[in-house]
């Protein structure tokens, strides 16, 4: 990839680097038969370089990288890149790791700021230089493709800088990369200091793809980082969710929709995919993004607020700066006290529940009233609404009694209802799905079960475990919840609380 020089949107460069400096984040470690699945679906998503790891770093990290340079690394797939200290075993067990590459890079890196040098190497600045060189010079021998990093350029001198890059391209280097690897410098910083080092190297008659690699410590890896791109940098590094060390990566979601939906820059991201990718990355992690994290976060598309909510029905660009649907997610209205009477009205029109205006005004008051003391609304509680009336224990779970069967776990539950005591017994592949399958032969529903969340209220053994089971049938959605000092019988709880709520809404439509 050339860096092109026209007037045309450019074309930025996605260098992944979820799964070396996203998976050596703290909590974020991923075996090997994972790292190969979010590596398939970058390649999916169309990343241009995958950083599979950090050969010298552990021999599972080596056997993770070959083993993607095999399957990943096709001929139509993305360049393989491994990190390396500017060390020579570094170098050479980066070789050795994708090797079985078609496409490969070797990715080399040392400290250029005068705060690494002195405080972590003890070294002079044209030490730096020669093992820069010196790495380079190696990893020429096995690749053609090297980047080179000046780790902590975002506090490094620049005109030091221009010196490191200019010994790096001299030595071979054709990806130069300039990290602000703690976050420090503000956009226009970025901007300024990014453009000086490409307009230096270029009047030497110079020149290599420029790279950034920006962290997110003051929130601030995604503004420098397209900076840093406006500035002449061709090739963005990244991760799905912005995972990384300490306050994360710039994150990939981010970058590749403000490229797209300011103008700014292609790339060749199939969008459409970054929710798929997002999701497969929390679900192997078992680290979800926060509820208002930009483009993935549950709440990034959703709407609450009745202004918000009206806005959105008129018009959705209103509240949506661009087409949750083109980055496979979707938008969602939610209701609380704040909501709009709009919006509540639709929902009720969704539900099949036309009320009439003196109705939908009393139901709309007490909707307010009663949402107010809930953390979360769902469709039983909306409806409630109606005739401001309790949800009905219908059910009312007793007892469960685990029975231990060759390794297969059998589960006795017993409940009460309006008919008396009953009770079944199921088989699952533990005490909780077991229990929530003789609940289903009890209660003879056909329902869906969307989600099960345990949670603990506090972090000792003695803590109380919190459950919450979101369930639908037709298009009806509720959400049950319990907590209890034992785990189990929260989660027979938290399912009955939810049929409970799908019984309420069938018998008003009944009625
Ligand atoms: O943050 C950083 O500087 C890095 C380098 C290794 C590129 O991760
Ligand atoms: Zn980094």
């Known amino acids: 990839m050339k860096q092109e020089e026209n007037n045309e949107i450019p074309r930025a460069i996605i260098f992944d680097t979820t799964l070396r400096d996203g998976e050596q984040s703290s909590g974020f470690h991923m075996l090997p038969e994972e790292k190969l699945q979010i590596a398939k679906q970058l390649s999916k998503l169309g990343v241009d370089i995958i950083e599979a790891g950090f050969a010298i770093s552990s021999p599972g990290d080596f056997e993770s990288i070959n083993q993607i340079a095999k399957e990943v690394g096709t001929p139509d797939g993305p360049i393989i890149c491994s990190l390396a200290r500017a060390v020579e075993e570094?170098?050479?067990?980066?070789?050795k790791a994708i090797e079985p590459a078609h496409k490969k890079r070797i990715h080399t890196f040392i400290a250029t700021s005068q705060i690494h040098i002195e405080g972590k190497f003890k070294k002079t600045k044209e030490w730096v230089i020669e093992q820069a060189v010196k790495a380079i010079k190696k990893a020429k021998t096995y690749v053609d493709d090297v980047q080179f990093s000046c780790e902590d350029f975002g506090r490094t001198d620049k005109d030091y800088t221009v010196e490191v890059v200019t010994e790096a391209i001299n030595a071979g280097a054709t990806t130069i990369n300039l990290p602000d690897t703690v976050g420090w410098l503000t956009p226009s910083e970025c901007y300024e200091k990014v453009k000086y080092v490409i307009e230096k190297i270029r009047e030497k008659g110079l020149d290599a793809i420029f790279s950034v690699h920006n962290h997110n410590d003051f929130g601030m890896g995604t503004a420098t980082s397209i900076e840093a791109f406006k500035a002449g940098a061709r090739q963005i590094e990244c991760t799905i969710n912005g995972i990384g060390e300490r306050a994360g990566n710039t994150s990939m979601e981010e970058i590749v929709a403000i490229l797209k939906e300011r103008n700014i820059g292609k790339t060749n991201i199939n969008t459409q995919l970054i929710g798929e990718s997002s999701k497969l990355l929390s679900k192997i992690t078992k680290i979800y993004p926060q509820p208002n994290k930009a483009i993935v976060g549950?709440?990034?598309?959703?709407?609450?607020?009745?202004?918000?909510?009206?806005?959105?029905?008129?018009?959705?660009?209103?509240?949506?700066?661009?087409?949750?649907?083109?980055?496979?997610?979707?938008?969602?209205?939610?209701?609380?006290?704040?909501?709009?009477?709009?919006?509540?009205?639709?929902?009720?029109e969704s539900l099949n529940i036309n009320l009439t205006e003196d109705q939908f005004q009393t139901a709309s008051t007490n909707f307010i009233n009663k949402s107010d003391k809930l953390k979360e609304v769902d469709d039983a509680d909306i409806i409630s609404s109606i005739n401001n009336s309790e949800i009905p224990i219908h059910h009312e779970f007793i007892s469960y009694h685990p029975i231990h069967n060759n390794g297969n776990y059998e589960v006795e539950v017993k409940i009460k209802t309006q008919d008396g005591e009953k009770s079944e017994t199921s088989s699952g592949n533990g005490q909780v799905d077991a229990g929530i399958k003789a609940i289903k032969k009890l209660i003879q529903k056909n329902i869906e079960l969307q989600d099960f969340k345990v949670s603990s209220e506090s972090p000792g053994s003695d803590s109380k475990g919190i459950t919450k089971i979101t369930i639908s049938k037709n298009s009806w959605k509720v959400v049950g919840k319990s907590q209890d000092n034992d785990v189990v019988t929260s989660s027979f709880k938290a399912f009955i609380d939810a049929i409970n709520r799908i019984n309420f809404i069938e018998n008003y439509f009944k009625n």
């Open 298 to 348: 549950k709440n990034a598309f959703a709407h609450e607020a009745g202004i918000h909510q009206h806005g959105v029905q008129q018009e959705k660009k209103t509240y949506e700066t661009m087409n949750p649907e083109d980055y496979g997610v979707k938008s969602i209205i939610t209701f609380g006290p704040r909501s709009g009477r709009n919006a509540l009205k639709s929902k009720f």
């Open 90 to 95: 570094d170098v050479e067990a980066a070789a």
